[in-house]
């Protein structure tokens, strides 16, 4: 999930090199904000815990495979785990810069 990650962070830095005075992407070069990096991620996370959910109350119905409803689980789990990376390492970030000011 990491490299899921390191990714879609290089397509933005190819993406969105050209930059407006004040740091931001330039909508004309296409570049794709961290936010909106982010949001998708948990957006993503969040459709594979409801799939996941569902594929669980499907198996306890004997509606779906049990090996298809590990693997869900497996994936929702990978990737909540790596929203919380990514949320510990940018309290981590801030915390740094906190201290350094």
Known sequence: MDQVLIDRLRE????GRATALTGEPT???????FSEI???LVAETNQKQV???????????GEVDMMDAVV?????????????QIRDRA????QSILQSI
Do not use: H, K, P
């Open 27 to 33: 909508r004309e070069s296409g570049g794709t904000s």
């Open 72 to 84: 869900s689980l497996n994936e929702a789990d990978l990737s909540l785990r790596m929203i919380m």
């Open 12 to 15: 933005v830095g190819s993406a």
């Open 51 to 61: 799939q996941a959910e569902s594929a669980a109350a499907g198996l306890a119905r």
């Open 38 to 40: 982010i949001g998708g």
């Open 91 to 94: 309290l981590e970030a801030y």
